[in-house]
Structure formats: C-alpha cells, structure tokens
C-alpha cells in the first residue's frame, strides 16, 4: 500500500539522529518557551526560529513543528498550575484542571492532559497522512480562481475565531490584505507605499511585523497589567492517575480527539474551536455536568485532546493546499518560504522527505513530549517561579537579534518597534491581530490568483462562480460569513431589548 | 477602569478604533494615489491597493460611526510608561547594533528595558544586562556562526 510506503520512507527521513535531534530540541525549546507565561505559540516560533537558519530545510521544519506542539504541551502546564493559559487553546483546560490542582490532584490533571496528548497527536498524524493525498489530487486541479475562492473562505474563518466585533476582524484582515501589498509589484516592477525605504522592496517582513504584534506589545500589556508579580504555581504530587481517572478519562479522549482533528482541518479552526467543542460535547454527555468547572478531569482530558489533535491537523490545509487556516500556521509558511519552500500540492508530490519527514516526526515529537513533560515537571514547575521582570528583558533581547539576524536589517529592527506600537495600540482599542497577519500572508497570494484568473476570464468577474470548486467554496465562505453574523445581530437585539 | 461603559464619545474605545483604521487606509490611499489603475482585465500595481485601501476607510468609518451611536466601553489605563520604555530599548539596540557591536548594543536593550519594570533594582539589572548580553554572544555568534559584530570595531 502506498500509504504504509510513505509513512515508513517518513520514519527513516524522521528517524535519522540528527532529525531526532532537531524534533528533540525543538519540543524542549517549545515547552521551555510555552511554560513562560505571556508567550503564546505564535511568539514563541517567531522568536526561535534564527536557531533554524543554519539547518537544513528537512530538519529546520521538524524543529519548528516541535517548537509549535512543544508550545502548546507547555501552554497546557501553565494552565493547570497557575490558571494561566499559555495560550488561547488552553482557555479550556483552565476551567477544570486549575481546580483540580487547587484540590492537590494536579499531577493526574497534568498526566492525563500528556497521556491524551499524545493519543490524539497519533490519531492526528494517522488523519494527516490519510487526508493529504487525496486532497493534493485535488489541488493539482486548482487554478487561479479556485485559489483564490479557497483564500477568501480562509479568511472568512479567521473572522470567526476573532474574539469581540466581527467588524473589526473585517477591518484588521483588510488592513493585513494592505499591509501585504507593500513593496514590488510583481507584474510590473513598480516600488509600492515603500516611502522610498528600499529595505521595503521585498515587502514588509513578515517575521517583524508577527513579533511585534504579538511579542513585543504582548510584554507592554503584561507590564501595563501589574504583571511582573510572581505566580504561586500549585503543588505537583503524585502523577499517576487513578484507575477512576483513567475509567472517566478515556472516552473523553476518544471524542476529543475525534471532534479535534475534524474542526482542526476547516479553515478558521484550529485549536480553540476544538478544545471549546470538545468540553462542550463532555458537559453534554455527562451523567452529572455540574461536576464540570468543578474539576472534573474529563474536561481536562477531552480539551487537551482536542486542541492537541486540531493543532495537528490544521497542518493539513497548509502543507498539501499552501493555506494557512490559523496565524500560527501563516507563520510556518513564512517559516517554511525563508527556507526556500512553498508550500502548496508541489511540496507533497516533489519533496516527499520533506513532507513525510515531517509527519513522522510528529509522532516521534508527541512521544518525546510526554517524556519531557511528564518525569521533568518539576522543571518546568521550577521555571514558571522565575520574575517577569528577569524575564521580559531576555525575551526583548532574543526578538530584536531574532529580527536582526534574518537580514543584518536594522530597518527591520525598527520596524518591530513600529508594529510592537500598532499591536499594543490594537490590543488596547480590543482589535484582534491574528486575522491581521492571516490577511498580510494571504494578501500577496490572493492579489496575484486575482489578477492571473481576471487575466484568464479576459476581466469578466462571473469567473469565480461559473467554475463548480471556485463557486462551492465562495458559496461555504458566504454561509459562514451569514453564521458568524447572525448571533451578533442577535446578540445586539438581544441588548436593546433589555434596555 | 478598563472595559467601563462611557457617554463621553471620546472616550470611547470603538470611535477611536474606527479613526486608527481610516487613518491607516487614508495613508495607505495617499500613498498609492500615484500608482496606475489599469483595467480589470490587467490591473495595474495601483489596483488592488487602492480597492483595499477604499475598503479599509469605509469599515473605519463603519466601526468609528458605530462607536459614537450605539456607545461602547472605554480602552482604559494606557501604560505609556512601559510603551514608551519597550520601545525606546528596541530602537537602541537598532541604533547600536552595528555602531557598538552586539554585546554592547545587548547591554543597552537589557538595561534600558528593565526601567520599564519599576522600582529599579540596580545591582540586578546590571547583573543581567552582562548575563544575558553573555548568553546571546555565545549563542549567536559563537554557537550558530551569525556573522554579528561583537564589538566597536
């Protein structure tokens, strides 16, 4: 079978000791970076990823997808202890696994939130390898217009992760969209918006621009917020998890892990989505759902499994379509275009090292992680004591040589400044970055399939609905557009109502 | 208070998100107002930044119109301090970066940055400017090969 082939030409590319060595390094750079609090994923990979200048493409994008999944086991760590989620995803595992470690049960809250993990994130790699080749089939039958149709239905779901106004999510991915056309013109060579700076001639970097919007105005928010007061974490005892844990835990798995890697490959999901889903179904199905928020710890498991398989597998659309569903995978496309790739049905058919490389060492990174996580928590327990104020410094300093390095570009440092201005600005006026850098990563890409299929259709717009894929998509991003909006307009009712 | 509900429509935080957006597409339409247009059927490089940029003014007036009529919460606090600060330690380090070399341009981020934390702790900040400086000179330079200067030449 081709598929067993593929996965096992995977294994050897992945099991080489100097690719086990980058998965390795780069699960405990993500842990060690994702267990510091005030530091998502996307942060996280934007600052660590000068390290993987110097490696070679295979082993540089191993290293990065363990940084992204080795962020998220840590994010979940500092949920539990400290009640702070890491990350957006880990939302979730704050409302149960906080309380139970306020109850003296946070090693079984943090050994089952590992244990389920791990499960999805090999049910997760399984789903990855199965779907991959019959949609880069697929792909290969895209044209511009379908590309294009397939970036707006992206969009359209980043809109629907935003948190607070749907308006403004509009507006920070058109601004992104804008962001993105600055510099060369491709068709005609033209300098665009560079106020003559010449570094501007390749665009804005996206590298500055991620990291200023989310790491530098994220330390300005924590210092405005009184942060830099120490955490008190909670004690970790005993891991195991007892035979009731393991007896409520699993089915909480299986369907987390089910509901995670389904919502992680639909554009705009991802691991939020999933997690929230997944506790939902659990509160559901439960015999007793007051126990819920209460530290119930199939709400850890069905959470962590979940956001841990939709991680997973929103590497789906980015790595067989070139579609990023979610920020932290428009920066792995960023990532992954430093490193000369792009991303896209090519990549599958012409560089199967590379792709099957990295899908096996997902699951060699997923079982690092519970060897990592698990034995070595008081590491990490140790590590989220450390002040805020010994550590903003040191994460300022690595995002400015991050910056620098990319090239020797001190316009580029500046700039980090400008967005870190823009991001805190954003961030107090409650704007939403992400789909901001969904839309300056898309907004070359979608200029250039635009003007290729008005090219093509000899400027007839009809083009995008008269093509069945193109118009089937444009036809699923209007729908979730009329979702998305629908509960807002309720919701505002709802409010002059009641007054 | 952050998150408040106010009547003053100044203060409000959607009427000032609504002028940052129409500010930004107004400048963006300034900027490409000299860039050509062209057809649908082959659009110049003036094309789609400028539809974009139309786009984003008109929902900065949207979000900005809606902020005066329906009211909204205010931004709270500004911490101006810690901004102004995080700010002025990134644009030193740029500035120094190739005029001093890394260790020192490292050394002024660190110390810089660190006002912005309050309440100084001298001792401490000097002792972590050196370390860390240290640190990014054995990684980066020593460690991964980055061709930086390390010091004024």
């Known amino acids: 079978m081709d598929l067993l082939v593929n996965i096992a030409h995977g294994f050897s590319v992945a099991l080489t000791p100097a690719n086990v060595f980058f998965c390795f390094l780069g699960a405990l750079l993500g842990t060690l970076i994702g267990v510091l609090p005030g530091i998502g994923p996307l942060a996280t990979i934007a600052m660590l990823l000068p390290i993987t200048f110097a490696l070679p493409p295979v082993g540089a994008l191993i290293m990065l997808a363990g940084i992204y999944y080795g962020a998220q086991y840590g994010g979940s760590t500092t949920a539990i202890l400290v009640n702070i989620p890491g990350e957006s995803s880990a939302v979730v595992t704050c409302l149960d ?78 601004i992104g969209l804008l962001l993105g056309t600055v510099g060369t013109d491709v068709n005609t060579g033209q300098m665009r918006m560079t106020f003559g700076i ?5 665009g804005i970097g996206f590298v500055p621009l991620a990291m200023g919007l989310f790491g530098i105005a994220e330390i300005v928010a ?17 891991l195991m998890p007892s035979r009731e844990d393991l007896r409520r835990s699993t089915p909480a798995v299986l369907r987390g892990t089910a509901i995670g890697s389904a ?18 179904v659990e509160k559901k199905l439960a015999a007793d759902p007051s126990r819920f928020g209460r530290g ?66 997902m699951w060699i990174g997923n079982l690092m992680l519970v060897v990592i996580n698990l034995p070595l928590i008081g590491i990490w327990v140790r590590l989220l004591r450390v002040p805020y104020r010994l550590l903003f410094p040191a994460i300022m300093l690595f995002c400015a040589i991050g910056v620098y390095s990319l090239n020797n570009s001190v316009v580029e440092v500046m700039l980090m400044a400008l967005f870190g201005l823009l991001g805190y600005v954003l961030h107090k006026l409650d704007c939403e970055p992400a789909p901001l850098l969904l839309g300056f990563i898309l907004g070359p890409l979608m200029e250039e399939n635009l003007r290729r299929a008005m090219l093509i259709s000899r400027g007839d717009p009809l083009v995008f609905v008269t093509r069945p894929i193109s118009a089937g998509l444009l036809l699923l991003a209007a729908l979730l557009l009329v979702l998305v909006i629908v509960p807002a307009i309720q919701r505002k009712r709802a409010e002059t109502f009641v007054e | 208070m952050p ?24 400048l963006a339409l300034w900027l490409a107002g000299n860039l050509a247009m062209g057809q649908a059927v082959r659009m110049g490089p003036g094309y789609v930044p400028r539809i974009l940029a139309g786009v984003v003014v008109a929902l900065g007036a949207v979000v900005c119109g809606r902020g005066l009529v329906a009211g909204g919460v205010s931004a709270g606090s500004w911490a101006l301090r810690p901004l102004a600060v995080i700010l002025a330690s990134i644009v030193a380090f740029g500035f120094l970066i190739e005029r001093l070399g890394l260790v020192l341009a490292s050394i002024a981020l660190v110390t810089v940055a660190r006002v912005a934390a309050g309440r100084e702790r001298p001792v401490e900040t000097v002792a972590l400017a050196m370390a860390l400086a240290a640190f990014a000179a054995a990684t980066f330079v020593g460690l991964l090969g980055l061709p930086f200067k390390l010091w004024p030449a």
């Open chain 1, 97 to 174: 696994g906080y309380q139970m470690a306020r109850q003296g049960r946070a090693g079984p809250a943090l050994a089952i939130a590992a244990l389920g993990s791990f499960l999805a994130g090999c049910v997760a790699t399984v789903v990855i390898a199965l779907v991959s080749e019959p949609l880069t089939v697929l792909a290969q039958r895209f044209q511009a217009p379908e590309y294009f149709a397939l970036m707006t239905l992206g969009l359209v779901g980043s809109v629907v992760l935003a948190k607070g106004s749907v308006l403004k999510a509009v507006a920070m991915i058109f």
């Open chain 1, 198 to 202: 010449h570094e501007l001639a390749d």
């Open chain 1, 222 to 238: 924590n210092l405005g917020a009184a942060g830099g007061q120490p955490v008190r974490p909670e004690r970790v005892d005993r």
């Open chain 1, 263 to 280: 919502l992680g490959v639909l554009p705009g999901g991802g691991a939020l989505v999933a997690a929230f889903a997944a506790y939902t």
């Open chain 1, 296 to 361: 119930a710890i199939e709400g850890v498991a069905a959470a962590e499994s979940a956001n841990n398989a939709g991680a997973q597998t929103s590497f789906i659309p980015m790595l067989t379509l070139g579609i990023p569903p979610n920020a932290v995978m428009a920066l792995m496309i960023g990532a992954m275009a430093i490193h000369g790739i792009t991303p896209g049905p090519e990549v599958v058919t012409k560089q199967p090292d590379l792709f099957w490389g990295m899908v096996a060492s």
């Open chain 2, 3 to 26: 998150g408040a509900a106010v009547r003053v429509f100044w203060k409000q935080q959607d009427v000032w998100a609504g002028l940052l957006i129409m500010a930004l597409g107004g």
